[in-house]
């Protein structure tokens, strides 16, 4: 079983920047991906942003330019880089982890983010 822990959300101005971590419990299989999702109050959950275990990312259009997505394998955690900030990118972000070879998915439990002025 593996266990992804968040941190590093809170309450920040428009404009303002934040940096989420996720760290893995275990690091299993090396060929994974990681992915931050968010969900805001009313709305489906959506992929923000996605990091292959061979640095291949994927970005939402709505975070392009303004989101950075980047991983440390030998922490086994994976980070997000958010400047810019906009109420908009007010949610529940959650951390997700999948192998590859298995399709096990695994999630965080989640951390809120809230811009607000």
């Known amino acids: 079983q593996v266990q992804l822990v968040e941190s590093g959300g809170g309450l920040v101005q428009p404009g303002g920047s934040l940096r989420l971590s996720c760290a893995a419990s275990?690091?299993?299989?090396?060929?994974?991906?990681r992915g931050w999702y968010r969900q805001a109050p009313g709305k489906q959950r959506e992929l923000v942003a996605s990091?292959?275990?061979?640095?291949?990312?994927n970005y939402a259009d709505s975070v392009k330019g303004r989101f950075t997505i980047s991983r440390d394998n030998a922490k086994n955690t994976v980070y997000l880089q958010m400047n810019s900030l906009k109420p908009e990118d007010t949610a529940v972000y959650y951390c997700?982890?999948?192998?590859?070879?298995?399709?096990?998915?695994?999630w965080g439990q989640g951390t809120q983010v809230t811009i607000s002025s």
């Open positions: 997700n982890l999948v192998y590859v070879a298995t399709g096990r998915e695994y």
């Open positions: 275990t690091s299993g299989s090396r060929i994974n991906v």
């Open positions: 990091i292959s275990s061979g640095g291949r990312t």
